[in-house]
């Protein structure tokens, strides 16, 4: 281990045995936490603990480790990912807290998210709105050269910009109403501003939404929580792209 | 070459127009369209009330013929009155309606409350909302039915039409401080829900701007508090007798 301040934490973590078993918040003393540590690293080190004692590891989703999976995922004294602009809780550093703090530590809250187990939610209803529209039909055959399709520097950064999303859920997590527009609409808003997804954009737009509808997540109230916790920083302005798209496609389609 | 991805897809649609409404309604998006355009309607008729309403600073003529005047066009009248009973429930109840959804969107709390940042008045629309509609039935049964204070109205004749002598009215209405300032705090309350409101109804009806969102958002607060400014203005004028009976 390298050089740096050791401390201290007081940690109330939201622990669950299973989907239907009851849960609540319990209280842990994290000892020997190294400024340098991420956060799962400090839960690492937690759990090398419990294994010791017998009690269960806390579980948390992981894999990455590098802010680009979208598998952690815990809201952090409040806020997903902890609420350090940009940044996932692997990639959230304990030098951003002070020793001796309280720390509570809570899976994302929806009805959509259900928990599995501790800080592990499901988060498949992600993936079924997907399948429902979050891609683009191409045909087979003699692949065409990618250079062939010229798209406007504008549009590549717009659709760039969306596609940053990495399906973590946080905006979800952080709603008020628990509502995945910011999602949903990073997918809509990436796909119909290259000109292969333009083709099903208005179609896209029917089938994710009447899918996030039949998942059970909140209706958009405009708060921008989700913008203010999304870990790559994706603007509202999707959810305007969103919106645009569905609005358009309802009434001509 | 059959089995297209896309064939799950809706290819095309002959639900009639009117059915085809009524769904989109029911879709989360929709019911938040429908309180966009419910709240630019009612902006519209907010903003004649106070302009309407200023003309008492011209004196009791003005004020009462103009009054006079808009109920001898019964047509402009019921027009309206029309557009704000259908604009008013529609948007009360989406409001009610995707707020019950986000409710049961988040079954268990969270113990630590949520710190994301948010316009506090954004997160009380509800409560904003149903406070200045619980004002509006008062204002109604005040000025409109006159189930109190009918001692202050008084019948006239003006430009030859029969009507009430509406500057009165007013004016001994707000003579009484604690139902001046019943108006004063809806009116605030009412900028606050308006400020979230218009950004809010841009965004849901996908106008959205890099260089001029920003703007909008501001422009709301000037535009809330600007018209809550004016209609303030006059339960305070009678209030600090500037604006008194000749
Ligand atoms: C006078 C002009 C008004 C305008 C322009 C307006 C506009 C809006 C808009 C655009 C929203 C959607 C905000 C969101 O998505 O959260 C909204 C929400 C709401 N409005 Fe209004 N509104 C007006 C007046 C009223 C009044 C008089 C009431 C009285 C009941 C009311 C009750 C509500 C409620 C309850 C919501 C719920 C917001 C939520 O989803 O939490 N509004 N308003
Ligand atoms: S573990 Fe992959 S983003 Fe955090």
Known sequence: ?253 | MSSNASDARPVQDTTPLLMQTWQLMNTSIGAKVVMAVTGVGIWFWFLTHMAGNLMIYAGPEVMNSYAAKLHATPALLWVARIALLIAFPLHIGSAIRTNLHAKAARPVAYAYENRSQANPGSKTMLISGLLVATFILYHLAHFTWHWFGADNVRTITIDGLQGIDTYRMVVLGFQQPVIALIYIAAQILLAQHLVHGLYSMCQHVGLWGASWTPAVKRAAYVLAYGVAAGFISIPLSVMFGLVKLP
């Open chain 1, 1 to 253: 281990m390298t050089t740096g301040k050791t401390m201290t934490l007081k940690l109330h973590v939201w622990r669950q045995a299973g989907p239907n078993a009851p849960g609540k918040m319990t209280d842990y003393v994290a000892n020997n936490v190294n400024e340098h540590m991420s956060f799962l690293e400090m839960l690492d080190v937690v759990n090398e603990e419990l294994t010791k004692t017998g009690e269960e590891p806390i579980a948390f989703d992981h894999d990455c480790r590098e802010g680009i999976c979208g598998a952690c995922s815990m809201v952090i004294n409040g806020i997903p990912h902890g609420g350090h602009k940009g940044v996932t809780a692997c990639q959230l550093h304990m030098r951003h807290f002070q020793d001796g703090q309280d720390i509570y530590i809570e899976p994302w809250r929806a009805k959509a998210f259900p928990v599995i187990r501790d800080l592990v939610t499901n988060r498949s209803a992600f993936d079924r709105i997907i399948a429902s529209g979050g891609y683009v039909s191409v045909n087979t055959g003699g692949a065409p050269d990618a250079n062939a399709l010229p798209i406007p520097k504008k549009d590549a950064d717009q659709a760039f910009d969306a596609a940053a999303c990495i399906g973590c859920g946080a905006c979800v997590a952080a709603c008020k109403n628990a509502s995945a527009m910011l999602f949903v609409a990073a997918k809509v808003s990436h796909l119909s501003h290259t000109p292969q997804g333009k083709v099903e954009a208005g179609d896209r737009a029917r089938t994710m939404i009447a899918q996030m509808d039949a998942e059970g997540f909140g209706t958009c109230s405009n708060y921008s929580q989700c913008e203010a916790v999304c870990p790559k920083e994706i603007s509202v302005k999707v959810i305007a792209d969103l919106n645009r798209e569905y609005i358009k496609s309802s009434l001509l389609k």
